[in-house]
């Protein structure tokens, strides 16, 4: 059993949702009331998923317009065969495109489709089309106000509490600067962490892609502490007490911060920036007094611990930065850049970059459009009584890849059977009939959703059960057609694992292909945008490179996730390439925005040769991703982000002015911070390891 996404308050709200149209329904004495806006209730709970409120809203309440569209589409054409056919051709290859959006997404497009294969096969007159729409539409949208009203503020505690106890862990660390005289502080607390974050099912949303980003960056801060506490001795030895207890006095301040950032993930909410300005003050004068040439001594000392404070206000910084989307819990996404720069998630963006056929995820959209389809037209021309049920399971079923679509298809039967046959028998045997049958509904759809979709059997059993229960209710006998549905979800099964054999292969042997591609593409895209004769072309074709690279990288570790084989190394490794990643291309668009004054200033020589340095980074971990080894030794970035701060900051008017010399050096530091933790994250994690 996997628990990572079982939420017994969402479960709880969810089937209340369902529930609630067939309460009014059998009270009003119209049970097509009630039938009609379940299935929008139902539909949309499967949007109910962790984010910041306005997305939430607009998730769920797309999905629920998205639900009455397909039904009333359904019931209009259930008359006409070829019209049926066409419908679920189109939408079916609008869910598999929707794999680019992620889970959420793919649950969604899914959803469309089945509510169209089930009211496409019922006998209604294609008049009462926009009735049944707008009774879909009032159940999604009753559903949606139950999660305002009940949203989970504590959805993420876990993952919160153990990253709160580790930057407590590392700031008594900082305050306390045993030296050698102690092990290094919180190994233990690291490893706990690590483990809590990456369980099976995780999502890939903005919140735990900063949660990962905040346990790496815990990573190089505590070592920064463990070499600022023994710099600050060797200037203690050296004769140099004064710059030693800066150096002491840089670190209480860091431990402040880091103390703040515990507080911050224990309450959920963001980490105050006044904390870690004060620290960032204290360093620069620390720092400054370091560089200047008055006081005697080891100069190589005070290089040393001067880069190591800057590199540690750089992590403080990118911590705070995370914490904004993670700590919160959700409730507030991730910002645009003040320039008003585009996310890379903008979906329009996403969509466009996969219609390639280079993209797994339109090949996927037009297999599943083609086998959907046509299984829906062979079983109409066939007569056959309930055949949707085929084409349901292959909706459910199909996967990029082999491995789960096998995994998902006898998992889907196995859940499907005893599904069919644990409800057919309640329903035969229990007494009163309507209220009963509506117990059960809650039953069957609090157990959909606290399942999650990392139990693929158990959600399919209480699926099955659900729309059983759904149909008696409707008039279609349960005891009367449970063998025959019994075959037919065999049937889809089978025919999923024959369509998917264009992929026999374990996806995660090309886990890290995928990040490698993802790799290079963003390395030209470094390069294009700091060139300031690319044209506009040039700079759109990159930036659709990027999108698609990062899609099928995703989309690969997210497969890999799902085999039932071991694999956990690849989907480690994966997850850490695309969080640090995320943050880097997020700085590159600033750059982008700015990239106007770029060409106005003819080119700015500091920024080309920093960024085409960041283009050099990026391609040994390429080259160590494609080998398989840890990267070859690769200079920190920090050095030439310094340089290009002091350059920019002698003379703005050569980047047009001080605006964009802020944007430049903000964007520098993010993406130094970025680029050298993904670096020190492929150290560590390769080789990867048999049965890791």
């Not at 645009?336 to 979906?347: A, E, H, M, N, S």
């Amino acid at each position: 059993m996997d628990r990572t996404q079982s939420d017994p308050v969402v479960s709880f709200r969810n089937a209340v949702g369902v529930v609630a149209p067939l309460v009014i329904g059998t009270v009003s004495g119209s049970a097509a009331f009630g039938l009609a806006s379940t299935i929008g209730a139902l539909q949309t709970a499967l949007a109910d998923r962790p984010g910041p409120y306005r997305l939430r809203i607009l998730r769920m309440l797309g999905t629920a317009l998205a639900a009455a569209i397909t039904s009333g589409l359904a019931i209009a054409a259930s008359r006409s065969d070829a019209a049926s056919v066409l419908l679920l051709l189109v939408l079916s290859f609008a869910a598999g495109l929707l794999l680019a959006g992620g889970p959420s997404a793919t649950q969604v497009g899914i959803a469309g489709v089945a509510a169209a294969l089930i009211l496409g096969h019922l006998s209604s007159p294609g008049s009462a089309a926009p009735h049944v729409s707008l009774l879909v539409l009032l159940g999604g949208v009753g559903q949606t106000l139950l999660a305002i009203a009940g949203w989970p503020l504590r959805r993420h505690q876990p993952e919160r509490r153990a990253l709160a106890t580790l930057y407590r862990e590392l700031a008594a660390a900082a305050r306390a600067q045993q030296g050698s005289v102690a092990g290094p502080p919180a190994g233990i607390t690291l490893t706990t962490v690590r483990q809590t974050l990456y369980g099976l099912g995780h999502d890939h949303g903005p919140s735990v892609e900063a949660y990962r980003v905040l346990l790496d960056e815990a990573e190089r801060i505590r070592r920064e502490i463990v070499v600022l506490v023994a710099v600050a001795e060797r200037l203690a030895d050296e004769g140099m007490p004064i710059l030693a207890g800066l150096v002491r006095g840089s670190l209480t301040s860091a431990a402040s911060v880091l103390n703040e950032a515990g507080d911050a993930l224990a309450e959920a909410r963001p980490i105050r920036e006044s904390a870690l300005a004060a620290a960032r003050a204290d360093f620069g004068k620390t720092i400054e007094r370091l560089d200047s040439d008055d006081h005697a001594g080891n100069e190589l000392t005070r290089r040393a611990a001067a880069a190591r404070l800057r590199a540690l206000g750089g992590q403080l910084r990118a911590v705070v930065e995370s914490s904004r989307t993670g700590a919160s819990e959700g409730r507030r996404g991730e910002d645009t850049d003040r320039l008003g720069v585009q996310l890379l998630r903008d979906p329009i963006a996403i969509l466009r970059a996969n219609f390639s056929l280079e993209s797994a995820v339109l090949r996927h959209a037009i297999r599943l459009s083609v086998v959907v389809a046509a299984s829906d037209l062979v079983l109409r021309l066939s007569r056959v009584d309930r055949g949707y049920w085929v084409s349901l399971t292959l909706l459910v079923v199909l996967r990029p890849d082999f491995a789960t679509t096998l995994q998902r298809s006898v998992m889907r039967v196995v859940g499907t059977a005893v599904g069919l046959l644990l409800a057919t028998g309640l329903v035969h045997w229990i007494p009163g009939r309507d209220w009963w049958q509506i117990a059960l509904i809650a039953l069957f759809a609090f157990g959909m959703r606290f399942a999650g979709p990392g139990n693929i059997a158990l959600t399919a059993a209480c699926l099955s059960g659900l729309v059983v229960v759904l149909l008696e209710i409707n008039g279609v006998p349960a005891h009367t057609t449970v063998v025959s549905r019994a075959l037919a979800t065999l049937a889809g099964g089978g025919l999923a694992v024959l369509a998917a054999l264009v992929w026999p292969a374990w996806e995660r042997r090309f886990v890290a292909v995928r990040l490698a591609e993802l790799l290079d593409a963003y390395s030209d895209y470094a390069r294009v945008v700091v060139d300031p004769d690319a044209d506009r072309g040039t700079v759109q074709r990159a930036r659709a490179a990027c999108r698609l690279a990062r899609t099928n990288a995703q989309a690969s570790v997210d497969r890999a996730g799902s085999e039932p084989v071991r694999g956990q190394g690849e989907v480690e490794l994966g997850r850490a390439v695309l969080a640090h990643t995320h943050r880097f291309i997020h700085a590159m668009l600033s750059v982008d925005a700015v990239r106007p004054a770029i060409r106005r200033a003819g080119g700015i020589d500091a920024l080309i040769e920093f960024l085409t340095a960041a283009a050099g980074v990026l391609e040994a971990a390429h080259d160590a991703l494609s080998r398989g080894e840890p990267p070859a030794a690769v200079a920190s970035l920090r050095g030439r982000q310094d340089e290009l701060a002091t350059r920019l900051g002698a003379d703005p008017d050569a980047a047009d002015g001080l605006e964009t010399v802020s944007t430049l050096i903000e964007a520098s530091d993010r993406i130094t911070n970025s680029l050298d933790t993904l670096v020190e994250e492929l150290q560590r994690q390769l080789p990867l390891t048999s049965g890791r």
